[in-house]
């Protein structure tokens, strides 16, 4: 969640299908939509799985166990593994983008999440972000 919160901050902007973006900062409502976003993802989750392993005829603590991960996750879904799923990561991007494209959609945003390009130049701004911040402890 850490490089992403950077990312976010950097004001990174490209172009798109013929569009400029700019990634901005996130506010707290954002982080707070996000938070509520990765929680029900979670409970979702666990809700399919929970309905599979009992198809699968899995032992009731095995099903009781997935739930109590899933609401020890819940609690804390900013620092979940959940938040890198791609899902989550669309609504991450979605907030910060329309802060400056009210228009864009999640339609796009999924889009531009599969576009090698504006992924690997986030990669690079993400890396670009953590050396300068390995550079500053380092004096």
Known sequence: MDSLSKLTASGVSFEF???RY???PLSLIDLSRIKQFVREF????AKKMAALMTEAGAPAEHITELWKEALAAAKKP???GF???PECLEEFFLLSLQ????DINSGTVKKMLSDPDILNQ???TTKDLNEDEVEVKKT
Do not use: A, H, Y
């Not at 979670?42 to 989750?45: F, H, N, S, T």
């Not at 802060?99 to 009210?102: E, I, V």
């Open 17 to 19: 299908e013929g569009n």
């Open 22 to 24: 700019e990634i901005s």
């Open 42 to 45: 979670i409970m979702q989750d």
């Open 78 to 80: 900013l620092q979940s």
């Open 83 to 85: 938040v890198q799923e």
């Open 99 to 102: 802060r400056k494209n009210p």
């Open 122 to 124: 986030m990669i690079k």
